[in-house]
């Protein structure tokens, strides 16, 4: 337990975490240039947080409504992914898809209401695709793609509002979604020995559905809130 007081606020915060992992990897060797590549991983993350905001006035604590609460957030993420490697000649290449399923329960309660709960469910495949091509025995050239998924983190999520102090409060968005991050990459590299290296690229990235920080101000009413 940890407590610390702030101006007129005591801050009571204790969190406990469990967190399993599994995973598997398989390699095949195809003759003397190709592999082929396969695994699984599951994740699951148990976070319960407790939070006890008051005021303090001649010793007596005043429970504010707004930032005392109990938290259970469950995260579970199940991923799939094969990938091939080969070279043909002058051409090298990798071709990969990945597949991620992510399952979110969050359940909160304050001093108002009991164990809400908000469900969220998201998946997709993720393929990426590397290419490379040897210009000459000192150079090549590459040009690389992938597609991946940014989730919002546990905290980002949770809707109660956690106070640091009277006049700052963060509060967590439960309708965030993921964004994706397509990225492109074209490559050239040369090198000579020890002595001469060059490797200038080019990078060309979009995003879908970013996620941001908003900040507002409070009126007092909302800062004292019990």
Known sequence: DNELTVKNFAIENTNTQKTWIAKADYELPIGEKSKLEAGARYDDKNSITDNEYAETTNNAYIPI???????????????????????????????????????????????????QKTTK????????????????????????????INRPRGFQLIPTQRIQNKSSRFQG??????????SFELGYNYSKGNKITLNPTLYYQTTQDN???????????????R
């Open 211 to 225: 996620i941001n920080m908003i900040v507002r101000e409070i009126t007092d009413t909302q800062t004292n809130e």
């Open 65 to 115: 409504k707004s930032g005392t609460s109990t938290i259970d957030y469950i995260e579970k993420i199940s991923a799939f992914y094969v990938q091939f490697k080969s070279k043909f000649d002058k051409l090298g290449y990798q071709l990969g898809l990945r597949n991620e399923n992510t399952g979110i329960d969050i359940i909160y309660s304050d001093l108002d209401t009991q164990n």
């Open 121 to 148: 469910n998201y998946s997709g495949f993720f393929p990426t695709v590397f290419l490379s091509y040897s210009l000459t025995d000192n150079s090549q050239i590459s040009l690389n793609y992938s597609k991946r």
């Open 173 to 182: 968005n439960a309708e965030l979604n993921p964004s994706y991050v397509n």
